[in-house]
Structures are given as C-alpha cells and as structure tokens.
C-alpha cells in the first residue's frame, strides 16, 4: 500500500500544472458557455430556430451534440457536451502514455520495477491518478454548471458523462502503450481513437431521425458504438438518464484489465505488435538534419494538414448557410459580428473559420519545434550533433520544417476552402480571395509562436514543452473568444491570431500583418544565435 502511495503521489507531484490547465480550461469553458448562450440566444425563439436549422443541416451535428430540445441547459449541453468530453480524452489519454510507455523508454519503468513496486503497481498508481484527475474535472465542472444556476441533476451528468469518458479513453490509452513500442506510437493510436469516435458519434447524430417539430433528435446506430455517443444520449437537462454510461464504465474496465494482464506478462521495452523493420542504409535524404526532422515530423504534420483541409472545406460551404442563419436570427448576426471584422457575415465566417486554422498552423510550428527538445531528452540528439552538425544547423534544420508544417496546414486550409466553394451550385468566388488574405495572414501568425517556442527551447529547454502549447492555449482563449467573453480590443489584440490580415468589404486591412512578421523574423534570429553556445540538455 506504502509503494502504491508513493508512486500516486510522484505522479500527482509531477503532473499538477499539466492537469490544472487542462481541468481549468475544461471548466473555464463550461462557464463560457453557459455565459456565452445567455447573451447570444437568450430567448427561447432564437434557441429554437438554431436548432431547427442544425438539425436540418448534417454537416453541422458532425461536430456538435445531441439536439434535446430548446431550454437553455439542454441547449448548452447541445453547444458544449461533446467539447468537454473531447478534452477529458486528450487530458486522460496523454497521461496515461506519460506514465507507462514513455517512463519505459526514458527506462525510469525498469528501475522502478527493479524496487519492491515490481511490474503492475505503477500501472495500478497511473490508473487510479487518471480516474482522479477525471473525478476532479467532473466534478468542478458540474460545480461551475450549478453556480450559474443551472438544474442540479443535469449539472452533475453533465460533468459526469465528461469524466467518464475521460475514463473510457484513460484506459483506452493504457492499453495502447501495451501493444506498440514507443510513446509517439501510443499517442498517435489513442489520438486516433478519439478523433475517429468523435467522427462516429457525429455521423451518428446526422444519420439521425429528428422530432417533428425539429427540436429533438434520436441517434442513429452509429453513435451508440461511441464514448461519445454514450456522453450525449445521457441528454443532461433533458432526460437525465445516466444509463448510457455504464457502457462507458464496462469498456473502460475492460481496456484497464487488458493492459493490466499484459504488463504482468511482456518483457519491459517490448510491445504486442512487432516494431516496423527499418532499412538498413538510409537514403540521401536523411543525410543531413533537415531530412532527418521532416522525417521525425511527417506523420504529425500529415495529421495538421488534414486537420486544415477540413477547417477548410467547412469555412465555405457552411459560410452561406451560416448566413442564412444571420439573416433571420439578430442574435446569431450580433455574435458573427462580435468575432468578424465588419465584412459580410459570409466573409466574416471565413475568417472565423480561418482564425481555427490559424490555431492549428500553431500547434503545427511549435509541435515541430519541441521534437527537438524529445529527442535531446531521449538522448537520439546527440549522436547527431557528435557528426558534423552544430547546434545552430541542428535546430535551423527543426524550424525549415516548422514552418513547412505551418505552410502546409493553411495550404491545406485554403484548398479546403476552394473545393467548399466549387461543390456549391451558386458559390461566391470572392470568398476565395477572403480565404487566401486570411489564411496568408495567419501564416505570420502561426510562425511567432514557432519562433517563440524555439526561443524558450534555447534558453529554457525543460519549460519549451509546457511553455509552447501554453502561449497557444492562451492566445486561443484571448483571441479567439475573448470578443465573446466582453476582453477589451487592447487585450484581444494581444493574441497574434487576431490581429491578422482580413478582407472587409471590398478592402484589405493589414492590421498587424507587419507587427507579426517582424516578431517572427527577430524571434527565429535570437533562437539560433542564442543557439551557437548552448549546449545539450538531456536530463529531464
């Protein structure tokens, strides 16, 4: 018992700023929203026309929730469910990687096994901290749902179907580092997992049948073979049925024991399935550094770009719908005015669209970036930089693929955004051009965060990590939803995702296009002089 509390409290200790800003932004989001349908659909017309026209446009269950009808808690539930449950997943799928397949290739799992903790405590340790942490975040977020005033009973099952999932995907994730041999395999499996069950749950809801008075929607079969299918149907403020998460409670078990039994039995360093053989020699390509980072960045960067196209592809063909939308509810008109820039609401939802993107060129550029500081952790830098490779050509060579990986993720973005146009029957081509000045724009601004990861990786090296996804989350936060939080200009401005280029009306307005460029520039500059005399940093 003694060797189990050790173990929970060394990851409680090395885990608590991680899971404080995933479980507060969780939170901070809950009350966004509830703050958000308060003032934009504060009355039940609004909120019943903007179901009626979800539930008569496919596209747009994708990627929301369940329709249960107009009253605000339901509707909020409808708005906000599925991103709860998204982020407890991530929250929970990355630290069970964390702690099991990356402490084995750091080989802290093997001198912990060698103590009397042996093989299956840790996993038990990491196991019940992830439950924790869900409990945790289920918890004050039900607790900020009951603050605002909502319904208890639908606050609770509100937080509860977020944890849980959570939960699901906690032991999901403890099974994936049991079946592959790396902690980047791990991750990108359970990732996957995630993203293609949150696909599943919304073609489930689209496929639906909806109530004859458009307000209501019964989930087709599909969703119900999802985590997140089970989240909705609990339908918190409406018919409060916690049932359907017990089928989230037996999958979880089930991983959890799977990955029990076969830590209990495989050799510390191996996997179920075989590790992909390698060739022998490498092509010309890995002869230098800068193949050997796209190398190392390709499966993300392919992963960013998809991510793009789709951002893309939805910003134009939901841009006239969207519109319409505008056009009969003022609340929906005063919310795209809010976060627009005084273009038409078809221009202006481009460039809200446009803005995401910008988030995932960023996430694109610094994700890049910190690979360096992983594989100076993992010790792999260094037979690299032993060659004839200086500090500065070795890091030079992550931020030429950096911002391939952002080029490539707006690149995406705007080929997305032509091809919505082109399936239309009557498209606006000038919305093209609005996506292109956009998309252009945010492409300086993705290449400051790079910039400024690089800069914290060179004199910081064990902040660059938590430091880089931070100032995302934040500018996100800020730029993104700060006009929707009532943050003055000045603080909104702050964020470099907003002060992009846009097109309004017939006019371009630069903004702070030259702001951004010139931050890039002197921040990639001061990362690789600062370079010259660094030196590796390898431990943790």
Known sequence: ?????????????????????????????????????????????DRTALLA???ANPVILLFRGLPSGSEEGA??????????????????????????????????????AATPAGRVVPLVATLTHGVLANAVLALLVSAALLMLGLGRG????????????????????????????TARAANAVAVWAILLSY??????????????????????????????????????????????LVLSALLASVCAAAAGLVQARRDLGGSLLPERLARSTATRALAGPWGLSWRLSRGAMLGWAVAGLLVGLLSTRLSDLISRIGDTIPSVEALLAALGTNGTLAQDTVTIFFTLTGVLAACAGVQTVVRARQEEVRGTAEPVRAAAVGPVRWLAGYLVIAGAAILATVGS??????????????????????ALTAGLGQVAAAAVFGAAAA????????????????????????????????????????????????VAGSDVDPRGLWWLVTAAVAGTALALALMRGRQLAPAE
């Open 1 to 45: 018992m003694t060797r189990f509390l050790l173990l929970l409290r060394h990851r409680a200790r090395r885990d608590v700023l991680q899971l404080a800003l995933w479980i507060l932004g969780t939170v901070a989001l809950a009350a966004a929203a509830y703050t958000g349908v308060r003032e934009t659909f504060g009355t039940e017309q």
């Open 53 to 55: 026209a979800a539930i």
């Open 75 to 112: 509707f909020i539930a409808f708005l906000i469910l599925p991103f709860l449950a998204l982020l407890a997943a991530f929250m929970s799928s990355f630290l069970a990687v964390r702690h099991t397949r990356a402490d084995e290739e750091l080989d802290r799992a093997e001198l912990v």
């Open 154 to 181: 639908g606050s609770i099952l509100a937080g509860a179907a977020s944890g849980v999932t959570g939960i699901v995907f906690l032991g999901f994730a403890l099974l994936a580092a049991q079946l592959v041999r």
């Open 199 to 244: 696909l599943a749950c919304g073609i489930g809801n689209a496929l639906g049948t909806p109530r004859a008075d458009l307000q209501e929607m019964e989930s087709a079969p599909l969703a119900w073979f999802s985590p997140f299918g089970w989240a909705e149907n609990t339908r918190p403020f409406d018919a409060d049925d916690p049932r359907p």
């Open 413 to 434: 973005a705007i080929g997305g955004a032509i091809l919505g146009l082109a399936s239309l029957e009557d498209p606006d081509w000038s919305l093209a051009e609005v």
């Open 455 to 502: 800069v914290v990786f060179v004199v910081a090296p064990r902040l660059s990590i938590a430091v880089g996804w931070t100032l995302i989350a934040l500018a996100t936060v800020v730029g993104l939803f700060g006009p929707l939080l009532g943050f003055p200009d000045a603080v909104v401005n702050l964020s470099p995702i907003a002060i992009t280029p846009v």
